[in-house]
């Protein structure tokens, strides 16, 4: 018996060339009736797909799906590579196997029912649309040693998303990947362990990829995507490249600390001698942003002079 996930994945490829394909053509490729692709159809529209049917031509997909060829996913990454079509979240997943994991181990999945962004938010994962992808890291040193970790991540992002070719981006303290001025990517970074002793880290990482119509009109700030790229990048190729640079980078931040990156952090500062507005709660200070310092908190020029701010409920903005 053909696993339902393979019958929807020959579906996709089917309609990969963005024509019209009728649901006969479609019942002859796969070998199985009209009314199962009909099912089939109206599953990945629940998972997120956006899928045109018109009577008399049949389907047409909305967006170009992102599938990642396992395969080869799995030859090119030398640490273990754990890869779903579907999964409740990549970064769940790693947490429940944190004792059998080593550094670079890595979880990636097409859908994610229960994607999480910072601060409790649900991030939309809709099934091949996006790159939703977790790597497990252990510092020995502790919690301590960890400090500054997600700019670190922010940075390979952008060393990762160059590399391909893209511009016009920029990073948000602490973490999120701006793509002319719309967010285009994220991460959350999920810890378990001591402050002296050995600290066991999740990095989660959602970049956009092409964002489905009714998942767009849902996320309340502007957005950005990959789908206006001359040459779209390869899903494949891109977790590929991003876990070797996560490799490097987070080796090189175990060994150096945040130092390391402050001139890459300072090249893609959004905000950098800007006027920004940082909300705490109920609490709000307003000042120039001066980058950050090499604990990772951010420096705010204020009329109290130099002050650095730190903390995971931190919210910043510009004051414009």
Known sequence: MIDHWARKRQILMA???ENFVSGEILAQLLGISRTAIANHISALEEYGVD?????????????LVYLVDEEKLTAATHNRCFY???????????????????SGDICVSEYQS?????RGRTWFSPYGCHLYTSIFWSFPQGMAQAMGLSLVVACSLVKV???????????????????????????????SGQTDSECNVVIGIGINMAMPNAQGDAIGQPWSDLSELEHKPSKTDLVIA????????????????????????QA?????????????????????????DDKGAI???????????VGGEISLRSAS
């Open 161 to 191: 998303l160059e590399a391909f070719g893209v511009s016009g981006l920029g990073v948000k303290w602490p973490n999120d990947i701006y793509l002319n001025h719309k967010k285009l990517a994220g991460v959350l970074v999920e810890m």
């Open 299 to 309: 420096l705010l020029e204020t009329t109290q002079g130099l002050e650095a701010y």
């Open 268 to 292: 893609a500062d959004l905000f950098l001698n800007q006027a920004v507005i940082l909300s705490m709660a109920s609490n709000h200070v307003s000042g120039i942003c001066k980058g950050i």
């Open 15 to 17: 309609l990969a060339d």
């Open 242 to 265: 991003l876990q070797k640079q996560l490799f490097t980078d987070l080796r090189l931040f175990e060994a150096q600390g945040l130092v390391a990156f402050m001139v890459r952090w």
């Open 51 to 63: 899928i045109y049917s018109v009577k008399g031509k049949g389907y047409k997909l909305v967006n």
């Open 114 to 118: 229960a994607g999480r962004g910072r």
């Open 84 to 102: 779903f079509n579907e999964l409740g979240s990549t970064n769940a997943f790693l947490l429940k196997h944190m004792d059998e994991l080593k």
